[in-house]
């Protein structure tokens, strides 16, 4: 099993930024790619970003293109997401995922991935 605990969620004023991080423990060896997600009150939980195992390739959802920047340590097992220029739609809880199956492209779907935190939460005010 792996778990995964986010950090770095909270308030931020519209244009503001955050970085979150998400440190993995367990087999952690068993992880491939890993990815953020994100819920808003109402909405199905939807695609942000994901990175491959070795961070040479990553891919994000049209919405945050050009503002959210993934990254990941593997030294120190974290994921990082820094979003930049918020805005108030962007709030959400935001998830960290972590996948064991190697895929020809970086996952973007929710059932592509095996493991999940508790999510953070993220609100930007306008």
């Known amino acids: 099993q792996v778990q995964l605990v986010e950090s770095g969620g909270g308030l931020v004023q519209a244009g503001g930024s955050l970085r979150l991080s998400c440190a993995a423990s367990g087999r952690t060896f068993s992880m491939s790619a890993m990815g953020w997600f994100r819920q808003a009150p109402g909405k199905e939980r939807e695609f942000v970003a994901a990175?491959?195992?070795?961070?040479?390739?990553?891919d994000y959802a049209r919405s945050v293109k050009g503002r959210f920047t993934i990254s990941r340590d593997n030294a120190k097992n974290t994921v990082y997401l820094q979003m930049n220029s918020l805005k108030p739609e962007d709030t959400a809880v935001y998830y960290c995922a972590a996948g064991s199956q190697q895929y020809y492209r970086v996952p973007t779907l929710r059932r592509q991935y095996d493991y999940w935190g508790q999510g953070t939460q993220v609100t930007v005010s306008s």
């Open positions: 990175i491959s195992w070795t961070g040479s390739s990553t």
